[in-house]
């Protein structure tokens, strides 16, 4: 699993820089602001969640760093390149919260469907495919339809799929968000294993507190109207983090903070 696992003598520094970003869209009724002045740096290897209520631009952002929307002032790169150069330096994979795999591909076919996109040759695609699967826990499976696997077990194939061809960056928008709370809780575990075993960098979006102060080395707390960050929480939690963290005194203050953190932001709204 060697080739999974970045080399840690690389240089550490911002991995996605954020300075006075905005973003406004035009629409039939006026323009309408879903950034403003957004000022964010995340470094190699952080775990870093967004928070916040519907429409405070966290989907947004991360897809601004997909260079999926693009910003309308202030500047955004991702490894030292705009956006648009880093997506065709293949720096990102990205992972939705429908598992979105085509039914007619096996597992296998749809984590390889972006190498053979890529034109990877033959062999090395079936030794990613390997790979990944084992990475993720789903070794055995690859000859299996969609629908023959549980909710989680896509969210994993979706996961491999965006693993395959070892981008430095992991974005994830809500992967989770439609599972029931057992799953999530072990696919929360699994994750932090993941990124432990691989060094990526990782932003995550989701709407839950225990989830986004149990995974994250960072916490981004978003207020809407327009989207902007209101708080960026350091959290001292320690990198290997059983569930049962979640009952202690930091997990619970940092939990605290970021809930004072999305109240004050609707305050802002009044």
Known sequence: MRGWMKDSAEKAGPVIEARGLDLVFQTADGPVQALKDVNLTIDKGDFVSFIGPSGCGKTTF?????????????????????????????????VFQAAGLYPWRTIAGNIRLPLEIMGFARDEQNRRVKDVLQLVDLEGFGGKFPWQLSGGMQQRASIARALAFDADILL????????DEIVRDRLNEELLKLWARTGKTIGFVTHSIPEAVYLSTKIV??????????????????????????????????????????????????
Not at 62 to 86: F, K
């Open 62 to 94: 991360l897809r601004c760093i997909a260079a999926l929307e693009h910003p309308t002032g202030g500047s955004l790169t991702v490894n030292g390149m705009t956006p648009d150069e880093a997506r065709r330096k293949r720096a990102y994979g990205y």
């Open 221 to 270: 707390v978003m207020s809407p109207r327009p989207g902007r960050i209101t708080d960026v929480i350091e959290s001292p939690l320690p990198r290997e983090r059983p569930l049962d963290i979640r009952d202690g005194r930091a997990f619970i203050e940092i939990a605290h903070r970021v809930r004072e953190g999305l109240r004050a932001g609707h305050g802002d709204e009044m």
């Open 172 to 179: 994830m928008d809500e992967p989770f968000g439609a599972l």
